[in-house]
Antibody
Framework: QLQLQESGPGLVKPSETLSLTCTVS??????????WGWIRQPPGKGLEWIGT???????YYNPSLKSRVTISVDTSKNQFSLKLTSVTAADTAVYYC???????????????????WGQGTLVTVSS | DIQMTQSPSSLSASVGDRVTITCRAS??????LNWYQQKPGKAPKLLIY???SLQSGVPSRFSGSGSGTDFTLTISSLQPEDFATYYC?????????FGQGTRLESK
């Protein structure tokens, strides 16, 4: 059974960098059939897609966050990571990692739907 | 960006009821529409992908339909464990976007 687990600091100071890691177990992050994504949810609010990465390293980012976001993958550790720079209180949220069943069309592949999720980790931005 | 609008935002229903939730996209998304269920303090769970395909392990009382811009999620006979918040999500183009959610409560 595939499992994803987020890890990282639960408290980050304003203007600093939020760093989270998602460890995948029960399956390989090297699969050509899947992408790996980050989604966040501010307390009491809806879901916001942050970005998605393929095991090869190709990425898709939400333009609203693109200037501050980096998603990377470490296939040797079966992990992928999120870095969000210059955080503010508006970045306070539960951050989820998830497996993305990508699809391919016209020679390119794209994010599709999230079929396995981590339990989520609350990151609070506060001094 | 493609905006996803769900209706209603909240809904009260009783066990055994047939429930329908609607999701409308601001531009055509063909059938690149997925539905999730989220319970308090838990991660979302995939119910339906590609507008009408039931995810493995999801009860058959859940169904999805629609194409283009208008989609529905139907629960044929509401069970106690179905009270939750439901989200639609489009993957026709990036950025991937979600609806604002529909909270399904017990009447």
């Amino acid at each position: 059974q595939l499992q994803l687990q987020e890890s990282g600091p639960g408290l980050v100071k304003p203007s600093e960098t939020l760093s989270l890691t998602c460890t995948v177990s029960g399956g390989s992050i090297n699969s050509s059939s899947y992408y790996w994504g980050w989604i966040r949810q501010p307390p009491g609010k809806g879901l916001e897609w942050i970005g998605t990465i393929y095991y090869s390293g190709s990425t898709y980012y939400n333009p609203s966050l693109k200037s501050r976001v980096t998603i990377s993958v470490d296939t040797s550790k079966n992990q992928f990571s999120l870095k969000l720079t210059s955080v503010t209180a508006a970045d306070t949220a539960v951050y989820y990692c998830a497996r993305d069943k990508g699809y391919c069309s016209g020679g390119s592949c794209y994010p599709y739907f999230f079929d396995y999720w981590g339990q989520g980790t609350l990151v609070t931005v506060s001094s | 960006d493609i905006q996803m609008t769900q209706s209603p935002s909240s809904l009260s229903a009783s066990v055994g009821d047939r429930v329908t939730i609607t999701c409308r996209a601001s531009h055509t998304i063909t059938n690149y529409l997925n539905w999730y269920q989220q319970k308090p303090g838990k991660a979302p769970k995939l119910l339906i992908y590609a507008a009408s395909s039931l995810q493995s392990g999801v009860p058959s009382r859940f169904s999805g339909s629609g194409s283009g811009t208008d989609f529905t999620l139907t629960i044929s006979s509401l069970q106690p464990e179905d009270f939750a918040t439901y989200y639609c999500q489009q993957s026709y183009s990036t950025p991937i976007t979600f609806g604002q959610g529909t909270r399904l409560e017990s009447k």
